[in-house]
């Protein structure tokens, strides 16, 4: 048909090209929009990862500092039990002397009224320390069980609850996602390495060899006495000690003393302590091994030893390097005291704890801590969950997700780390992890090569 201006009017032609380009338009729009979805998803699903492999982490970080307050504990509670033991028996030393000098002085007119007065005041003070001390004894034995039990307690609860928490925390950042034991064996086996790999309870096991950690804790607990426990020796100044060279003589008072922990053959360690005072007269003299000064005679003049328990007899500890030197400085008395030993209170000897494991020492750091979060690919809201015409024109099939699901994998780690800005060691040394100071931390860390292709191959065997 021709119009009156002679042109043939086209009808439709237009109509086909825009459908073509309104359809390849909405493709673009839709595969835009999985990729957004895709990126936002995938993004939410790795932090969820991050923050259970972290909540995994922080878990085993409270319970390695708490074990180190713990331990902590522990020790200064063996020292108290150390300070008790040590003031019975200088009370027993200081009763025992105000008694022998009243025996010698007291039929001197007022002098004897005066030191009758300071053995009845001793006397009264003793009455009241020897139970207290008893008491005190016994209750820092059962402080050191409660520890003990402590310590248990939270190892089992903190492991238990690691998987659980984390499982949790990942319900809680995305409902949809999801922390499985199928696509998680590493995180199964990270966990038992955590808690009874990397550390263990320590015991006085005399049988394994390899378990030298339960006398480094022992060797702590001495090195950490306060001065009044390590030792009490010391010369009494004059009148007490004094030289006269024109009849080469000398006289000399010393005290010795101090507390040890005493480790029994095949039973629970025990604390002692000794306390003595001698006066001893020596002459100066020469013979065949040189000149020096000889004693005559030691006269004891005061002794008192205490035990916690009655696993070690005091009679048969011969060291002279025991209680201050006692029985190389004052040996009579040393040998009076031992004759009367008292024992106070309840003992049960040094406690198992918990501390690294032989193979983790000089490590600062645990193994990773491996997590895998997954979600299934109808959740991640692509167009995939769309009934489309087909799927030659499904818009999510280039986003086809392994095993159909969307998955990440995050990894953490327990470190040891010593401020040293305020907390900065006296010698300048280099401190390794351990389970005596609380400076641990949590930290989010690189996979290895080995951990994602375990997580590969398991997604794709599920």
């Not at 109509?15 to 957004?36: E, R």
């Not at 998955?407 to 040891?416: E, F, G, K, L």
């Amino acid at each position: 048909m021709e119009s009156n201006t002679g042109f043939l009017k086209q009808k439709g032609q237009s109509l086909v090209l825009s459908l073509i380009l309104m359809s390849f338009a909405a493709m673009t729009v839709l595969y835009s929009y999985n990729t957004a979805q895709l990126n936002i998803k995938s993004t939410k699903l790795q932090h969820t990862a991050d923050n259970a492999a972290y909540s995994i982490a922080t878990i085993a970080v409270r319970d390695f500092n708490f074990k180190a307050y713990t331990n902590r504990a522990s020790v200064a509670n063996q020292v108290a039990v150390a300070q008790m033991v040590g003031l019975s028996s200088w009370f027993n030393m200081a009763e025992r002397f105000s008694e022998n000098a009243c025996d010698v002085l007291c039929w001197v007119p007022y002098l004897g009224q005066v030191i009758g007065a300071i053995r009845s005041s001793v006397g009264y003070a003793n009455q009241v320390v020897q139970p207290f001390t008893e008491i005190m004894i016994t209750a820092e034995n059962t402080i050191l069980g409660i520890l003990r039990f402590s310590q248990n307690a939270i190892h089992f609860a903190s492991a238990s609850a690691s998987f659980i928490t984390a499982t949790k925390i990942v319900h809680a950042n995305d409902e949809k996602a999801e922390l499985s034991f199928a696509q998680n064996p590493q995180l199964i086996e990270n966990i038992h390495n955590v808690w009874f790999t990397f550390q263990k309870e320590h015991n006085r096991n005399l049988q394994n060899r390899s378990n030298t950690q339960f006398i480094d804790f022992k060797t702590v607990i001495l090195k950490s006495r306060d001065p009044f426990s390590t030792t009490r020796r010391y010369k009494l100044n004059f009148p007490w000690t004094f030289t006269f060279w024109p009849m080469k003589r000398r006289w000399k008072t010393e005290k010795a003393g101090g507390s040890e922990l005493i480790s029994n053959q095949n039973e629970a360690e025990s604390w002692t302590s000794m306390d003595t005072l001698s006066f001893d007269l020596s002459k100066w003299s020469c013979g065949w091994s040189g000149c020096g000064w000889r004693g005559y005679k030691e006269t004891p003049l005061g002794w008192g030893a205490t035990r916690s328990d009655d696993r070690a007899d005091i009679t048969r500890l011969g060291s002279q390097s025991l209680w201050g030197q006692s029985r190389a400085v004052n040996k009579t008395a040393s040998k009076y005291a031992a004759n009367n030993q008292q024992t106070s209170g309840v003992y049960s000897g040094v406690q198992p704890f918990y501390g690294l494991s032989n193979s983790a020492v000089k490590k600062n750091h645990t193994d990773n801590i491996v997590v895998v979060v997954s979600k299934e690919q109808k959740d991640a809201r692509t167009t995939s969950s769309v009934d489309l015409a087909g799927k030659n024109i499904d818009p999510a099939t280039a986003e086809k997700m392994l095993g159909d699901r969307l998955n990440s994998i995050s990894a953490s780690q327990a470190y040891y780390s010593r401020p040293t800005d305020l907390w900065s060691r006296a010698d300048g040394k280099h401190e390794y992890g351990n389970l005596y100071n609380p400076f641990w931390q949590a930290r989010l860390t690189d996979t290895t090569n080995l951990e994602r292709t375990m997580a590969l191959a398991l997604t794709r065997l599920l």
